[in-house]
Nanobody, 126 residues
Framework: QVQLVESGGGLVQAGGSLRLSCAAF????????MGWFRQAPGKEREFVRAISKSGISTDYADSVKGRFTISRDNAKNTVYLQMNSLKPEDTAVYSCAAHGGSYGVTVRGSENYIYWGQGTQVTVSS
């Protein structure tokens, strides 16, 4: 059974930092490009960051440029999202996902992801 389990969310003040982790079970993330998405109440799910299988290539949403960093440790079967300079508008449920296919523009589309975690809540207070 494939599982992606996120952790590290919580409540933080604006300007603070959080590090999210996504641990994979039942699949080897080395075979997948991985992505982070978020969904705020009343809004559609949006792309945040993605990373290629090797970790060489990454993509980001303009809203998190220079603030959020994605990384992966294939040996630990885990993907990370380091979030710095957090803003209230970053408040959302953050989910990781495994992408099916070659790395490219499709990593920005949630419909191209095969496996999803349940998500972890991030709340940024002003």
């Amino acid at each position: 059974q494939v599982q992606l389990v996120e952790s590290g969310g919580g409540l933080v003040q604006a300007g603070g930092s959080l590090r999210l982790s996504c641990a994979a079970f039942g699949l080897s993330i080395s075979r997948y490009n991985m992505g982070w998405f978020r969904q705020a109440p009343g809004k559609e799910r949006e792309f945040v960051r993605a990373i290629s299988k090797s970790g060489i290539s990454t993509d980001y949403a303009d809203s998190v440029k220079g603030r959020f960093t994605i990384s992966r440790d294939n040996a630990k079967n885990t993907v990370y999202l380091q979030m710095n300079s957090l803003k209230p508008e970053d408040t959302a449920v953050y989910s990781c996902a495994a992408h099916g296919g070659s790395y490219g523009v499709t990593v920005r589309g949630s419909e191209n992801y095969i496996y999803w975690g349940q998500g972890t809540q991030v709340t940024v207070s002003s």
